[in-house]
Nanobody, 127 residues
Framework: QVLLVESGGGLVQAGGSLRLSCAAS?????????VTWFRQAPGKEREFVAA????????VYGDSVKGRFTISRDNAKNTVFLQMNSLKHEDTAVYFC???????????????????WGQGTQVTVSS
């Protein structure tokens, strides 16, 4: 049983930064996987944020976060990070990570097609 656990969420003022983490338990490595961050704001559909291919670190970003968010990985810690800078009120959402066994990294990035999912971490940006 593989569990993805997100952490790092919280309350931050607009313009501030947070770093989210996604760690896998029950699996020794994300090798052969693509890890994706999604978010869902109240009353809205789940939205693609960013994805990374574990094998080479290639990344893809959603238009709303390009230039502000950075997705990265730490091989030793088997963890994926989402560094969020210049946060806006509209970034307020529950952030989820998901992992899919694939070497591809191209849209569409769909929540349902992943193999493992996390429970989410709340990010609240005050304006």
């Amino acid at each position: 049983q593989v569990l993805l656990v997100e952490s790092g969420g919280g309350l931050v003022q607009a313009g501030g930064s947070l770093r989210l983490s996604c760690a896998a338990s029950g699996r020794s490595t994300f090798s052969g996987y693509a890890v994706t961050w999604f978010r869902q704001a109240p009353g809205k559909e789940r939205e693609f944020v960013a994805a990374i291919r574990w094998s080479d670190g290639n990344t893809v970003y959603g238009d709303s976060v390009k230039g502000r968010f950075t997705i990265s990985r730490d091989n030793a810690k088997n963890t994926v990070f989402l560094q969020m800078n210049s946060l806006k009120h509209e970034d307020t959402a529950v952030y989820f990570c998901a992992a899919k066994g694939t070497f591809g990294l191209s849209p569409p990035f769909q929540w349902e097609t992943n193999d493992y999912w996390g429970q989410g971490t709340q990010v609240t940006v005050s304006s």
